[in-house]
C-alpha cells in the first residue's frame, strides 16, 4: 500500500531561518511522481513541484529546495532565509502515475515569526 | 485565464437541509476533483470526474452525497439531509489529466458549516 507521512505536524522559526520539511513515503511501484503543494492561510492550494522516481537530481528554484532520495524514500523540501511569506501549511503527496487519486500526507504547518 | 473558481464561499445551513456546491474548472481541463478538508486536517478525496464521467465515486461519505458534472466542465456537489459532522472546507481542483500526471489547480473552496 501507498503512504505518505510527514511526522513534522507543526513548525515555527524565526524569519531568515532555513528550514526543512520531512516527507517519508511508500510504495512498492517503480515508477512513482512525488508532489509538494503548498496551502496559505488564504486557503487555497498551490502547486510547488513534481518530481517523478527516475529522476533524483534535487531541484532548487529560488530560495526553494528539494532533496529527493530515494535509498531512505524522503523527498524533503527546504526553504532557505524563510519569510513571513512561506507560512503556510505544506502538503506531501505520491501517485503511481496511473491512478487518478494521489496520497497525502497530513501536511505541516510551518510558521514564520517576524 | 480565470482559475478555479468556487460557490458559495462560505455556507451556513441547518441540520437536515439540502445544499448544492458549485465549482467552475479551468477552462479545457478534462479532470475535476472534489476533497474535503475538515478544520486542521489534511484532505479527503471524495470524487474524481474524467470528462463527464465519473469513474469512482467510492471517496463519497455516504449515499447524502452526490455529484455531477455537465458540459465536461462546471461541477456540483450536493449534500443532502445536512449532518453536523459534514462541516467542513469543500475543495474543488481541476487538471489537464490524471492528478497522479499533471498538476491541480485548487479553487479557494466551500467552508460549509451545518449548524
Known amino acids: 500500500a501507498q503512504k505518505v507521512t510527514q511526522a513534522q505536524t507543526e513548525i515555527s522559526v524565526v524569519e531568515k531561518e532555513d528550514v526543512t520539511l520531512d516527507c517519508v513515503y511508500e510504495t512498492r511501484d517503480t515508477t512513482y511522481y512525488l508532489f509538494w503543494y503548498k496551502q496559505p492561510p488564504s486557503g487555497e492550494l498551490v502547486f510547488l513541484i513534481r518530481?517523478?522516481?527516475?529522476d533524483e537530481q534535487n531541484e532548487i528554484s529560488g530560495r526553494y529546495s528539494w532533496n529527493f532520495q530515494k535509498s531512505t524514500s524522503s523527498f524533503n523540501f527546504t526553504i532557505t532565509a524563510s519569510q513571513v511569506v512561506d507560512s503556510a501549511v505544506y502538503f506531501c503527496a505520491l501517485s503511481d502515475g496511473s491512478n487518478y487519486q494521489l496520497i497525502w500526507g497530513a501536511g505541516t504547518k510551518l510558521i514564520i515569526k517576524p | 485565464g480565470a482559475g478555479v473558481s468556487q460557490s458559495p464561499s462560505n455556507k451556513v445551513t441547518e441540520k437536515g437541509k439540502d445544499v448544492e456546491l458549485r465549482c467552475d474548472p479551468i477552462s479545457g481541463h478534462t479532470a475535476l476533483y472534489w476533497y474535503r478538508q475538515s478544520l486542521g486536517q489534511g484532505l479527503e478525496f471524495l470524487i474524481y470526474?474524467?470528462?463527464?464521467?465519473?469513474?469512482?465515486k467510492s471517496g463519497l461519505p455516504s449515499d447524502r452525497f452526490s455529484a455531477e458534472r455537465t458540459g465536461g466542465s462546471v461541477s456540483t456537489l450536493t449534500i443532502q439531509r445536512t449532518q453536523q459532522e459534514d462541516s467542513a472546507v469543500y475543495l474543488c481542483?481541476?487538471?489537464?489529466?490524471?492528478?497522479?500526471?499533471?498538476?491541480?489547480?485548487f479553487g479557494p473552496g466551500t467552508r460549509l458549516t451545518v449548524t
Open positions: 470526474f474524467q470528462g463527464n464521467s465519473a469513474p469512482d
Open positions: 481542483a481541476s487538471s489537464r489529466g490524471l492528478a497522479g500526471l499533471y498538476e491541480q489547480y
Open positions: 518530481r517523478n522516481s527516475f
